[in-house]
């Protein structure tokens, strides 16, 4: 049991959020979880115990008060998870100036502004964990915005662990590729694209929201503090692999 671990989870009631929730309140871990939508957090919090915190997780003034209200109710925070997120397949010249600042604010903008709060709350250490793609470490058709928005949390990420491990406060990445959540779901309801995408994961499946919960908690979990600066793929396999046939 982990019950010295106070974790803020921003983007909590999406599928790899609530896997991460999940994963805390089994280990016995205080969580908070922040979001926009109250019947959401209220779900989740019935389910694990969690303080649920209303607010907009794209702006800094909302954030940093959930880190400030976390901290009060659940004492100094340890760790901090950003599983707030969208996804746009386009290719960049069918993408709308909306669409692209939309995709920027709920994946780049709300993690810096997960890391702008953490750097003014948790002044005694811990880990931050911000969730980026696999389409940000290869190039991958018809990702454009995401992959520039998600590049820019792995560049976030690597920055501001130079800037804060003085303090011992680590961040790192975990980099899905395509995972059975709602937000993959207008993908996998078509056959031939759910396909598509299985066929591009060395390991012949896809990812499910637990997958990449362990590899989160993983990286929460004090034992592993000489780990920062990393960006963990989480993704069959896609990234880096490819396979011609069975062997």
């Not at 974790?7 to 790899?16: D, E, F, H, L, R």
């Not at 019947?39 to 115990?49: D, F, K, M, P, V």
Request: charged share 15%; hydrophobic share 50%; aromatic share 4%.
């Amino acid at each position: 049991m982990q019950s010295n671990w106070n974790v803020i989870v921003v983007g909590a009631y999406g599928g790899i959020g609530r896997a991460v929730c999940e994963r805390l309140h089994s280990a016995g871990a205080h969580v908070a979880v922040f979001g926009r939508d109250q019947e959401q957090l209220a779900s989740l919090a019935r389910a694990t115990g969690a303080l649920p915190v209303v607010g907009d997780a794209s702006r800094f003034a909302e954030m940093d008060a959930a880190f400030e209200r976390a901290t009060a109710e659940l004492g100094p925070l340890t760790g901090a998870v950003n599983c707030a997120g969208s996804l746009l397949l386009k290719p960049a010249h069918l993408t709308t100036e909306a669409e692209y600042a939309s995709t920027v604010l709920a994946n780049l903008t709300t993690a810096f502004a997960l890391c702008h709060a953490a750097g003014k709350t948790m002044t005694d250490g811990g880990s931050v964990v911000l969730v980026s793609t696999a389409a940000a470490r290869t190039g991958i058709a018809n990702h454009e915005a995401i992959a520039a928005a998600k590049g820019g949390v792995q560049g976030l990420m690597l920055s501001a662990a130079a800037t804060y491990a003085s303090r011992g406060l680590r961040f790192n990445c975990v980099a899905p590729g395509l995972t059975r959540t709602p937000l993959a779901a207008k993908i996998l309801a078509n056959e031939a694209s759910e396909k598509a995408s299985l066929a591009m994961h060395a390991l012949g499946r896809l990812g499910a929201p637990d997958d990449v919960a362990r590899a989160i908690f993983w990286l929460l979990d004090p034992a592993n503090d000489w780990v920062t600066g990393q960006v963990l793929g989480v993704d069959g396999g896609l990234a880096n692999v490819r396979v011609r046939a069975k062997v």
